[in-house]
């Protein structure tokens, strides 16, 4: 059973900056696309970034030049460091696999973790 554990989000003024963290087991996480999913109040989950297991990434247009993911793979995690904050950005945050990175596509999911909640005030 592959456990995935979000953590960093938080509260923080618009403009503001956070970093995300997930954790992974190794095998799991060494081999995988990965990528960054949020989930707002009343919406869909909805895939944002993405990295593949050689570092190559992809972004939706939202967060596009203000967010930037990263992964080390000798530790197991991924990050999202997550700048120029905006209220649209509050959403719960979760990691799970991408199916592929250039094309933003999500899946194949594993169980999903708690997230990491991130509210933006304005």
């Known amino acids: 059973q592959v456990q995935l554990v979000e953590s960093g989000g938080g509260l923080v003024q618009a403009g503001g900056s956070l970093r995300l963290s997930c954790s992974a087991p190794g095998s799991f996480f060494s081999i995988g696309n990965m990528g960054w999913y949020r989930q707002a109040p009343g919406n869909q989950r909805k895939l944002v970034a993405t990295?593949?297991?050689?570092?190559?990434?992809n972004y939706s247009e939202s967060v596009k030049g203000r967010f930037t993911i990263s992964r080390d793979n000798a530790k197991n995690i991924m990050y999202l460091q997550m700048n120029s904050l905006k209220p649209e950005d509050t959403a719960v945050y979760y990691c799970?696999?991408?199916?592929?990175?250039?094309?933003?596509?999500?899946?194949?999911?594993?169980?999903w973790g708690q997230g990491t909640q991130v509210t933006v005030s304005s």
């Open positions: 799970n696999r991408v199916l592929r990175v250039t094309t933003m596509t999500p899946g194949t999911f594993v169980s």
């Open positions: 990295i593949s297991s050689d570092g190559t990434t």
